[in-house]
Nanobody
Framework: QMQLVESGGGLAQAGGSLRLSCATS????????MGWFRQAPGKEREFVAA????????IYARSVKGRFSISGNGAKNTVFLQMNSLKPEDTAVYYC???????????????????????WGQGTQVTVSS
């Protein structure tokens, strides 16, 4: 089992910055990728950013590219999301996710969908005021 705990959410003004953290515990020896997703009221959970620990490649949603940056620590058990130039539409609950199993050939290394992850945190609220 793996536990994920997010922190760093809160209230920010438009144009401001926040830094989210996600710390894992438990089954951290098998961690292939980690990602951030968000869910606004009345909307589906959507992809924000992710990091593939093999090689350190990253991927971003078009809506946050250039404003958000995902990174991880050397132990591959903590991931960060630096959010700059925040907009009111970034308001959502942000969830951290982890994948602890290898990809099949058919999956092709995908790591930007909710189905790509098998562990989730409880979420942290981010509110951006205009």
């Amino acid at each position: 089992q793996m536990q994920l705990v997010e922190s760093g959410g809160g209230l920010a003004q438009a144009g401001g910055s926040l830094r989210l953290s996600c710390a894992t515990s438990g089954r951290t020896f098998s961690n292939y990728a980690m990602g951030w997703f968000r869910q606004a009221p009345g909307k589906e959970r959507e992809f924000v950013a992710a990091i593939n620990w093999s090689g350190g490649s990253t991927i971003y949603a078009r809506s946050v590219k250039g404003r958000f940056s995902i990174s991880g620590n050397g132990a591959k058990n903590t991931v960060f999301l630096q959010m700059n130039s925040l907009k009111p539409e970034d308001t959502a609950v942000y969830y951290c996710a982890a994948r602890t199993y290898a990809w099949t050939y058919a999956e092709g290394g995908s790591y930007s969908y909710t189905a790509d992850y098998n562990y989730w945190g409880q979420g942290t609220q981010v509110t951006v005021s205009s």
